[in-house]
């Protein structure tokens, strides 16, 4: 037995010289450490993936499930919220490198930062997979929000950050954009602003400026930029106001026919259209339509709808269609009662956006540095037509008082109201009657001159309105001397037949009160998919 155990050893000890290789001495007090059980022991525990089922693409999303998960906006985060949350967004950026990574997400105009790092709750194949994500991609994250240490300054949201643990993609972007979001985020100066044009895109101060065709051609892309993202959530403000203000003083929403015979209101520059072998046009205002509800005996109407001008003017203020705020009412006495309301109405516009749209506001300045936030007075400041062209002679800028403003002479108007009132915002009324349309009722002291008025904003006009004539034979009198097929308009002469009410209104650009609120320098900023000479498409 003992020469067996003793047989056994000498043959082990001849196998483990024969195995040696390189011819080295084998010393019995310190015999070959065998590494192999160990190494396959490491292989086996980095097999085994921590992150396993916390990342992946999911599955087409077809409504098969509702779990009420809940989710997170990126406005809604905060460091009062203990358990871990998920967030759903797109992906802005990212950043690997070794055992750490950062995803930034954006959503709406806001942006915040994800922290990804190598640890018992993290595998290196989730951080492999988070760091091919594509940019503009749509993921799902989970994890526990904490407070930086200093400011996250690539975010908006920059006094916390989340400690991810999952990631999933929901819808994965192509990895070649357009344009780089960050590039036609970048800040311009106003030069830069005001000489926007379709040019193509180009280097400047070694980053892409991505031009307006580029942008407008890409528009689903260009409006996730953070800055048009709060452009159009201003715009919708406004539209709440103006509907909320009308209707607190006694306004009923109108929606009338932007389909119309003849010539729309008896002017030129309309889109024309076969209708059924007759000829109609695009409407270019809701005003026959909103007078006749007046008639109507609704006394105080209001629309927020489309108008079309055929008008072939490429500035940085005309659109060939955009979206009309329209109102009407029925008046006592006198025009002012319709100047007073708009009043009214535009303070509680003003004073809306100011309150409930400050970041949005924010982030338009931080893109457009030069921007002055918008002035404005509570008490109202209107100035005759007379009186305007008063101060434009003074000014030494020659002005007719038979010939109405024109753009440059509007600025030069809005300069000095601005430096005498303080106030971006102010009216002119009693236009000459060249200026102003057949419907405008006359001055009752100077038959040249109309109960009409324009308001403005930074010097640029935004309405154009007037007390109605109601009086049918005036009416038709006023029509045929300014060139109009009465014909055309049978309807709404008709209807002023049967006892009128004495009206007035306005109407307005949304797109225009927006721009000029904000400071902007180009209305193409404010429409959603803008419509110009140049431009039916997207």
């Known amino acids: ?26 010393n019995p007090k310190h015999p070959p450490h065998v590494e ?45 919220v203990a358990e871990p949350v998920w967030i759903r967004a797109r992906v802005h950026n990212t950043r690997f490198k ?17 922290t990804l790092f190598l640890s018992d709750q993290v595998s290196r194949n989730l951080l492999k997979f988070a760091s091919d994500i594509t940019k503009e991609s749509i993921i799902d994250v989970y994890g526990t929000l904490k407070a930086t240490s200093q400011p996250v300054q690539s975010c908006s949201i920059n006094n916390m950050e989340l400690e991810t643990t999952k990631v ?93 015979p003849g010539t729309s209101e008896g002017g030129t520059e309309v889109f024309k259209v076969d209708y059924f072998g007759r000829q109609a046009c695009l409407a270019q205002s809701p005003q026959l339509y909103k007078q006749m509800a007046v008639m109507g005996d609704l006394e ?4 927020i709808g489309p ?45 809306g ?35 305007a062209v008063a101060l434009l002679n003074e000014a030494g800028n020659p002005q007719s008082v038979h010939a109405d403003f024109n753009t440059a002479t509007e600025k030069q108007l809005g300069a000095i109201v601005k430096e005498r009132y303080h106030t971006d915002f102010y009216v002119v009324h009693r236009y000459p009657q060249e200026a102003r349309p057949f419907y405008t009722m006359l001055c009752a002291d100077d038959p040249e001159f109309t109960n009409s008025y324009d308001i403005f904003m930074r010097g640029e006009e935004i309405i154009s309105g007037a007390q109605r004539i109601h009086d049918p034979a005036m ?30 209104g306005c109407g307005v650009g949304l797109e225009r009160v927006v721009m000029l609120f904000v400071g902007l320098k180009n209305i193409r900023w404010t429409s959603m998919f803008p419509r110009d000479p140049k431009r039916i498409s997207p």
């Open 36 to 80: 192999r059980p160990k190494a396959k022991l490491t292989e086996q525990a980095e097999e085994v993936d921590v992150s396993a089922g916390n990342y992946g693409a999911l599955p087409l999303i077809q409504s098969v499930d509702y779990t009420h998960k809940r989710y997170y906006s990126l406005s809604e985060l905060s460091l009062s």
């Open 1 to 26: 037995m003992e020469s067996e155990e003793f047989g056994s050893s000498v043959r082990l000890f001849a196998s483990m010289v024969k195995s040696d290789q390189t011819n080295k001495i084998y």
């Open 307 to 351: 108008v079309f001008r055929a008008e072939n003017s490429n500035t940085h203020r005309h659109l060939c269609e955009f979206v009309g705020l329209d109102l009407e009412m029925a008046i006592k006495e006198h025009y002012f009662e319709v100047l007073e309301m708009i009043h009214g109405m535009f303070i509680h516009i003003f004073k």
């Open 353 to 387: 956006i100011e309150t409930h749209f400050a970041t949005e506001l924010q982030t338009i300045y931080k893109q457009f540095p030069f921007i002055q936030p918008f002035q404005y007075t509570e008490k109202p400041v209107w100035l005759t037509f007379h009186e």
């Open 300 to 303: 105080r109407v209001f629309e």
């Open 475 to 504: 009416l038709r009198q006023r029509a045929i001397f300014k060139g109009i097929d009465v014909s055309t308009i049978k309807d709404y002469l008709d209807s002023f037949k049967f006892g009128a009410h004495p009206h007035g």
């Open 98 to 114: 070794g055992k750490l990574g950062f995803i930034i997400l954006r959503d709406t105009v806001h942006t915040f930062q994800c």
């Open 168 to 260: 999933f993609v929901v819808s994965k972007s192509q990895a070649s954009l357009p344009f780089q979001l960050d590039d036609a985020g970048q800040p311009m100066t106003l030069e830069q602003a005001e000489n926007e044009r379709d040019e193509d895109q180009a280097e400047e101060g070694g980053r892409a400026r991505v031009s307006q065709k580029l942008r407008l051609n890409n528009r689903v892309i260009d409006l996730r930029l953070p800055t048009n993202q709060a452009i159009y959530r201003v715009s919708s403000g406004v539209c709440q106001y103006f509907r909320e203000f009308l209707i607190q003083n006694g306004f009923v929403e109108i929606h009338t026919p932007k389909l119309i």
